[in-house]
Each structure stands twice: as C-alpha cells, then as structure tokens.
C-alpha cells in the first residue's frame, strides 16, 4: 500500500532540520513516507509563533470560539474515512478501530465546543466587597503523544486545551506522524487562525525537550511511558509547570465464580488485545476465582483462538500487527521460559512476511513475581492466576505500581461496588470492559499518572483560576 503524504505550504504544520523518519506500513514492513522532523531551533520558532497567536485567540468571542471547533469538528467529520485509511497504513490498526478513533477526534471538538461559553467562576460571599473568580487559560500547551493511540489522545488534550482558550504546539510519536499532520490541516481548513494549533513531528528528546524546557510553554500535557513521564515531571518542575500525566498500566480483569463465565470468557480477550496489546488500559492481568479457573481457562483460551488476526485493512480484522520489529522482539521475550495455555493465529501470506506480527497468548505464570505478571507487555500476552476470596483478589488487583483500568466480573452488586471501591484505579468497569467515554473522567491512580482528562471539566486543567476581590466600602 502506498500513502501520500500532503507536504503543504501550511505554517501550522513545522517540517524541518531535525533530520527525517521514514513512515513503514507495519502490516507489511514496508516504506510509506517519509516525514520530516523538527530540530530545537524550529521548535522554539513554533513555540514563539504559538505564543504571538495566544492574546488575538485568548480574545475570541465564547460564541466564535465555539463556532471555530465545531467547524474543525465537521471537518473532522468530513475526512473520517481518510484520516483512518491513514492510521490503518501507519499505525496497523484495524480499519473499524481506525474509524472509531477519527469520530473520537470529532466528538471531543464537538463535546468541548460547549465549554468557551461555559468558563464560568465563583461569586464568593465576603464581608465589605464582591469576591469572584476567573478562569484564565494558560497560555501555549505542549501535547506529547504516544503512537499506540495517535488520534484521541492528541485530541484529548488539543481539544480542551484550545476551547479553554490557549494555543497548541503537538508533538506525535516518532513512529506515526500521520494522522496528526493532517489533523492540523483540517484545522486551518476549518478556519483556526494561523499558529493557534501547530504540529511538530520530530524525536522526544528534541521536539519534546522543548516543550519541557522552553519557558513559553505553560504546561506539559504528557500521554506516554511511566519512565519518560517521570523525566518530564522533573523537568517541568524545574520551572514549577504544571503537567498532566498519563503513563503505563498492569491492569487486571477479576472474574468471580458467580458469574456468567460464558460471557466473562467471550469478552476478555478484546479486553487485551485489542490494538494487539498496545494499550494502556489493556486488561493483561486475569484473575479468576479458584473453583471455576480450569472451567474459565478452556472457555477463554477458545475465545483467544478465535480472534481475528487479518490484515487491518479487512473490514472483519479483529487485532492487526505491533507497532514496530523492535517492539515485537521486546513482546516475544515475556514469553521465554514461561508455560504458554494457548496461542492464537497471525495472518502468514507473502504480503504479510515483512509485518511485526505476533499471535495472542495467554500463559500462566509460576509467580507473582514473573516479569509477565508485573510489567506492562504492551502487547498480545495476557497472563492468568487464580484467587481464593474477594479479599484476595482485591489485594492482588492492587499488587502493582500502576493504577489505570480494570474489569469486575460478578452477578453480586454488592461484591462489584465494594471491589470497585478496593480496587486502586482510575477507571473501572463492572461486567465489561468500558473505560473510556469523552464525557467521563479518564486518568490513573499511583505510577499510571496524574490529573485527569476528558470529562465535564478537563478544560479546567487547562486554566488557572483566578480571585478577585472588589471592595464596597
Ligand atoms: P514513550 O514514553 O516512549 O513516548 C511517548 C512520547 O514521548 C513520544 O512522542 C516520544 O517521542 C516522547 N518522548 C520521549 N522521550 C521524551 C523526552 N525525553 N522528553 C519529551 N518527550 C519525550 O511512550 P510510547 O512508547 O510512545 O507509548 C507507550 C506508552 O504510553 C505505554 O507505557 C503506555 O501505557 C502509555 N500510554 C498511556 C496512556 C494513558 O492514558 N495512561 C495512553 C496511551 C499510552
């Protein structure tokens, strides 16, 4: 598959001197494109231009702001079918994941579009004057995004971000730049005013750096590994800058004999591999209660045979490719030396032999201790361990430095709230596997990071709030 890749004469896109990265279908392994990267000195330039774009956008009407989203919303909406074409080719995503993922970006436009006019402060009783307060945006925002969800999480932040009123300077992940050159396109197209959104393809450690260094930008908004959101967080402390993290998870499904484990069993496996593993809130720990473990194991271990591993361009692919070879290697090693229950299939004809396939895996580690067990695989592996009592589980659930997601499997309202209670996540869900809406809060507990976002008042975390006092007498 061939993709072309729109070089336009746009300023809200920086293509520069930072070298180049050549774009591969990991499908197929092939070459698509190549993308030009950001060195530092055109970063700052993007920045300073961001923050000149800052007072005219800070200025606009509520009404007109609004206005402005919902138009890059429809113009979203209008290229859905082209912006997941072009995941599919970068990203390896399924086609129906793809599309999802591009209305993501048009819902949260549209969702946020609502809050321009709805910046409201406090009008706060004091004796001898009014004290009210306001909410002020930042000024320039700095999103850093990871490549497993290139689309939403870029629009998780750039979508609150904007409507509170800041500009935006985006850097994609190295590995899929694609999408989100497009995407700032479309914003131009839709009438954003020149450097109000700019996107800035180029490596972490430059484009990213900057982002964390340059005085100008006002907060870090950060979706990517726990180790490098950690380094971001000791440099944005360095100049006291606030920072919004969302890192890695060790996720778990707890599945209790009470329930229906015909149903338990058909929906975990989408659960993990869905994005074939890569996926912060991949459930890829299941804990099952002791008496029905085997009976769970065999109806699981048919339902991961049964997903389908095809070509992401097939309108039936269920699970596509990893990201890169790289990657797949490091996946593979979780599997040395531990007892695999079952395998899955990954497509093997001549146009896939150059991909980075890999067929799902549930394995059974001997201990709690295993790495596969403990570390976040990123990938189609999923590791299974039985439970005595909800205390157990519960304590097992939270034996882990992250706290992103998880499932809870029972026909015991009770048990369900009490463990949704125990369990140290941001996100759970009761029978199913749900976790994130737009219009819910998302974010995790202990190492998967800090502050929330999407939800009612994401555009707060893109503010500062300020008092003043008038006084009467
Ligand atoms: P990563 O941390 O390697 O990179 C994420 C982004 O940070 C990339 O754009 C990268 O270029 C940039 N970066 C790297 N070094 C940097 C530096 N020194 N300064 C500034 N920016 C830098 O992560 P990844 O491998 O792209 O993504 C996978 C990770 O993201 C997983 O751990 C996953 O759990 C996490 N993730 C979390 C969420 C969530 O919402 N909690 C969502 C998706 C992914």
């Known amino acids: 598959m061939s993709v072309g890749i729109a070089v336009a004469a746009d300023p809200s896109v920086t293509r520069g001197a930072g070298g180049s990265h050549t774009v591969v279908n990991p499908a197929t392994g092939r070459a698509i494109g190549e993308v030009p990267l ?9 920045i300073a231009r961001a923050n000149e774009a800052f007072p005219a956008w800070k200025a606009v009407a509520p009404g007109e702001r609004a206005r402005l989203l919902r138009a890059f919303a429809a113009a979203v909406d209008a290229h859905i079918e082209e912006l997941a074409q072009l995941e599919v080719a970068n990203s390896g995503h399924t086609v129906g994941n793809a599309r999802w993922e591009a209305g993501n970006v048009r819902d949260v436009l549209n969702y946020y579009s609502a809050s321009p006019e709805r910046m409201m402060g406090k009008q706060i009783p004091v004796p001898g004057g009014v004290d009210i307060t306001f909410r002020e945006p930042l000024g320039v925002v700095g999103v850093i995004v990871p490549w497993n969800f290139p689309m939403p999480i870029a629009g998780w932040g750039f979508g609150p971000a904007l409507a509170a009123g800041n500009t ?14 497009r995407i700032a396109e479309l914003a131009r197209e839709a009438g954003l005013p020149e450097s109000v959104f700019i996107v800035i393809p180029g490596k972490g450690s430059v484009v990213g ?13 950060f979706t990517g590994s726990t180790e ?3 380094q971001i967080m000791a440099g944005c402390a360095r100049q006291v800058k606030p920072v919004t993290l969302e890192l890695g998870g060790k996720n778990a499904t707890i599945v209790f004999a009470d329930t229906d484990l015909d149903k338990a069993a058909a929906s975990a496996p989408y659960a993990v591999f869905d994005n074939a593993g890569q996926d912060c809130c991949a459930r890829s720990r299941v804990l099952v209660q002791r008496s029905v473990y085997d009976e769970f194991l065999d109806k699981f271990a048919a339902a991961v045979r049964g997903v389908k591993v095809l070509d992401p361009a097939s309108a039936d692919a269920e699970m596509g490719p990893l990201i890169s070879a790289g990657h797949r290697d490091s996946v593979a090693r979780y599997l040395d030396g531990v007892e695999i229950a079952t395998t899955g299939t990954a497509p093997d004809g001549a146009d896939f032999a150059g991909g980075f396939w890999m067929p799902p895996s549930v394995v059974l580690p001997r201990s709690v201790t295993d790495a596969v067990w403990r570390e976040e695989v990123f990938g189609p592996v999923v590791a299974m361990m039985p439970f005595e009592d909800e205390a157990e589980a519960i304590a097992m659930a939270n034996d882990t430095e992250y706290g992103l997601s998880g499932s809870i499997f029972t026909s015991d309202v009770g048990r369900a709230l009490r463990v949704a209670r125990g369990v140290q996540s941001g996100n759970l869900s009761v029978n199913s596997h749900s976790s994130v809406r737009y219009w819910t809060p998302f974010g995790g507990y202990k190492q998967s990071g800090l502050g929330r976002e999407l939800g009612p008042n994401a555009t707060d975390a893109f503010t500062e709030e300020k008092n003043v006092f008038i006084a009467t007498d």
């Open 38 to 46: 950001a060195d530092a000195a055109e970063t700052d330039a993007a």
């Open 168 to 181: 935006v300077v985006l850097k994609p992940a190295e590995l899929t730049p694609l999408t989100a050159l």
């Open 209 to 221: 750096q900057r982002f964390v260094d340059n005085p100008t930008v006002r907060k870090v908004c």
């Open 228 to 230: 490098v959101g950690k």
